[in-house]
């Protein structure tokens, strides 16, 4: 069974960086799974916020454009690099995996695997 581990995260101060690591273990194929990092602030609901198909290919949202990549071999750990850190982005994220053929969608219910999530917080 596919397993998420995560790592990192912490405290930071406004317009610092973190970075946030996703492991994969399990019967596991990047080339077969999508990957995406979602997020929960305090109050109902969560958001995507950047993911990757299983070609390769990355979105994000809009409000962290510039500032939120992904990196990692690929193939058993996804990292998410965060920079110029805002309060707005002080929240629990999730790493989530899904197969489907790697189709990277931004409907979080359709992801099977996710990870504990990491506390992330940003202090003005």
């Known amino acids: 069974q596919v397993r998420l581990v995560q790592s990192g995260g912490g405290l930071v101060q406004t317009g610092e960086s973190l970075r946030v690591g996703c492991t994969v273990s399990?019967?596991?194929?990047?080339?077969?799974?999508?990957v995406a990092w979602f997020r929960r602030a305090p109050g109902p609901g969560g958001e995507f916020v950047v993911g990757?198909?299983?070609?390769?290919?990355s979105t994000e949202i809009d409000s962290v454009k510039g500032r939120f990549t992904l990196s990692g071999d690929m193939r058993k750990t996804v990292y998410l690099d965060m920079a110029s850190l805002k309060p707005e982005d002080t929240a629990v994220y999730y790493c989530?995996?899904?197969?489907?053929?790697?189709?990277?969608?931004?409907?979080?219910?359709?992801?099977?695997?996710w990870g504990q999530g990491t506390q992330v917080t940003v202090s003005s």
């Open positions: 989530a995996a899904r197969s489907t053929s790697g189709y990277l969608t931004r409907d979080s219910s359709a992801y099977t695997y």
């Open positions: 990757i198909s299983g070609s390769g290919t």
């Open positions: 399990g019967p596991w194929s990047f080339s077969g799974y999508a």
